[in-house]
C-alpha cells in the first residue's frame, strides 16, 4: 500500500501527486522531487548499456529511514513515483510491478480522452479511483 | 482493431467536413492552409494518444532510428494492417518513409487522376506521425508528397535543439 503517488511529465513538473493527507504532504513533494535526480541518472544509463533491453520498471530508487520510493518511466518519458512505509516490509517487488501496470494502463487512458490536453494536471475521476485503491486507508 | 474501411470512410468524412466547414467563409487563399492545419492538428493528438497505448509493454528505445524503425514497422502494421515499404536515411535526422500502397490512397486512383486532391487526405497521416515522434521525445517536421497513387513518401526531419 502506498503512502504517496505521483505522475510527474516529460519536463519534470508533477501532473498528478496525492499522498495520504495524515501526513505533512510537503515533506512528499520534497521526496519526489529529489527522486527524480534518481531517476534521471538511470535513464541517462541507457546509452552505455548497449546491449541490454532497457525495462520502464527502474525499481528502488532509493530508501530514507522511513520511506522507501519506486520509480517508473514511460516510453514518452513521463515518470511515476510511489512512496511506501518501510515498515510495511511485506511488499514484494511483483506487487510493486503491479501497481505501476494498473498506473500505466490508467494513464494511457487518461491520454486517449479527447478531453484531456497533454501537459495538464490530471483530474479524471476514473484515474482518482485507481489511485485510492493503491493508497493506504486513511484512519 | 475493427475493420479498416470503418477508419477510411470517417477520414474520408473528417476531410469533406473540415473543407465545407471553411468554405463557408469568405477568405479562399487562407482556406487551404487552415484545413490542413487542422486535420495535421488532429492527426497529431491522436498519434500521441496513440504511441501512449501502443509502447506500453516496449522496452525503452534506444535511439532515433529505433524509434523510426517501431514507427514503421509496429505502429504502421496496427493502424494501416501494413509496414512502410522503404526507409531512407542521411543519418542526419532526415527520413523518408516510402509506402507504396497507402490505405487512405487505394480508392482514389492508381495512377495520376485526382493527384491535386491526394494532398488533403494526407494531412491527418502526416500529424499522426508528428504526434507520435514529439510523444516519444522528438520534435520534428513531416511533409508528405504523392506522385503516382496509390503510392507516397512521407519526409520526417528532426528538429534538433
Given at each position: 500500500?502506498?503512502?504517496?503517488?505521483?505522475?510527474?511529465?516529460?519536463?519534470?513538473?508533477?501532473?498528478?501527486?496525492?499522498?495520504v493527507?495524515?501526513?505533512?504532504?510537503?515533506?512528499?513533494?520534497?521526496?519526489?522531487?529529489?527522486?527524480?535526480?534518481v531517476?534521471?541518472?538511470?535513464?541517462?544509463g541507457?546509452?552505455?548499456?548497449l546491449?541490454?533491453?532497457?525495462e520502464?520498471?527502474?525499481?528502488?530508487?532509493y530508501p530514507?529511514?522511513?520511506?522507501?520510493v519506486?520509480?517508473?518511466?514511460?516510453?514518452s518519458?513521463?515518470?511515476f513515483?510511489?512512496?511506501?512505509?518501510?515498515?510495511?516490509?511485506?511488499?514484494?517487488?511483483?506487487?510493486?510491478?503491479?501497481m505501476f501496470r494498473?498506473?500505466?494502463n490508467?494513464?494511457?487512458?487518461v491520454?486517449?480522452?479527447?478531453?484531456?490536453?497533454?501537459?495538464?494536471?490530471?483530474?479524471?475521476?476514473?484515474?482518482?479511483?485507481i489511485v485510492?485503491?493503491?493508497m493506504?486507508?486513511?484512519? | 482493431m475493427?475493420?479498416?474501411?470503418?477508419?477510411?470512410?470517417?477520414?474520408?468524412?473528417?476531410?469533406?467536413?473540415?473543407?465545407?466547414?471553411?468554405?463557408?467563409?469568405e477568405d479562399?487563399?487562407?482556406?487551404?492552409?487552415?484545413?490542413?492545419?487542422?486535420?495535421?492538428?488532429?492527426?497529431?493528438?491522436?498519434g500521441?494518444?496513440?504511441?501512449?497505448?501502443?509502447?506500453?509493454?516496449?522496452?525503452?528505445?534506444?535511439?532515433?532510428l529505433?524509434?523510426?524503425?517501431f514507427?514503421?514497422?509496429?505502429?504502421?502494421?496496427?493502424?494501416?494492417?501494413?509496414?512502410?515499404?522503404?526507409?531512407?536515411?542521411?543519418?542526419?535526422?532526415?527520413y523518408?518513409?516510402?509506402?507504396n500502397?497507402?490505405?487512405?490512397?487505394?480508392?482514389?486512383?492508381?495512377?495520376?487522376?485526382?493527384?491535386?486532391?491526394?494532398p488533403?487526405?494526407?494531412?491527418?497521416?502526416?500529424?499522426?506521425?508528428?504526434g507520435?515522434?514529439?510523444?516519444?521525445?522528438?520534435?520534428s517536421?513531416?511533409?508528405?508528397?504523392?506522385?503516382?497513387?496509390p503510392?507516397?513518401?512521407f519526409?520526417?526531419?528532426i528538429?534538433?535543439?
Open positions: 500500500m502506498a503512502v504517496c503517488i505521483a505522475v510527474i511529465a516529460k519536463e519534470n513538473y508533477p501532473l498528478y501527486i496525492r499522498s493527507p495524515t501526513q505533512g504532504e510537503l515533506k512528499f513533494h520534497y521526496t519526489v522531487h529529489t527522486s527524480l535526480d531517476v534521471e541518472e538511470k535513464i541517462s541507457v546509452g552505455k548499456a546491449a541490454d533491453q532497457r520502464l520498471y527502474l525499481g528502488l530508487l530514507t529511514e522511513d520511506y522507501k519506486y520509480g517508473y518511466v514511460t516510453n518519458k513521463v515518470k513515483v510511489i512512496v511506501v512505509d518501510s515498515s510495511n516490509t511485506s511488499l514484494r517487488d511483483n506487487e510493486i510491478r503491479s494498473k498506473l500505466h490508467s494513464f494511457t487512458d491520454m486517449c480522452n479527447p478531453f484531456y490536453n497533454p501537459g495538464d494536471p490530471i483530474q479524471s475521476k476514473a484515474f482518482d479511483s485510492s485503491t493503491m493506504v486507508q486513511a484512519c | 475493427a475493420d479498416n474501411a470503418l477508419f477510411e470512410f470517417l477520414h474520408m468524412e473528417i476531410v469533406a467536413h473540415v473543407y465545407k466547414e471553411q468554405a463557408t467563409r479562399i487563399d487562407k482556406e487551404r492552409v487552415t484545413c490542413v492545419s487542422t486535420l495535421e492538428l488532429m492527426g497529431f493528438r491522436v500521441q494518444g496513440l504511441i501512449e497505448r501502443f509502447t506500453k509493454d516496449c522496452p525503452t528505445f534506444k535511439d532515433d529505433d524509434i523510426m524503425k514507427l514503421c514497422k509496429d505502429l504502421w502494421s496496427t493502424i494501416f494492417k501494413k509496414q512502410i515499404d522503404n526507409l531512407r536515411t542521411n543519418h542526419q535526422g532526415t523518408v518513409l516510402q509506402d500502397k497507402f490505405a487512405l490512397l487505394t480508392q482514389f486512383s492508381s495512377g495520376k487522376q485526382y493527384l491535386e486532391e491526394a488533403k487526405y494526407l494531412a491527418f497521416s502526416c500529424g499522426l506521425i508528428r507520435a515522434l514529439s510523444n516519444l521525445g522528438l520534435e517536421v513531416v511533409t508528405a508528397e504523392v506522385s503516382l497513387m503510392s507516397c513518401k519526409q520526417v526531419v528538429q534538433k535543439l
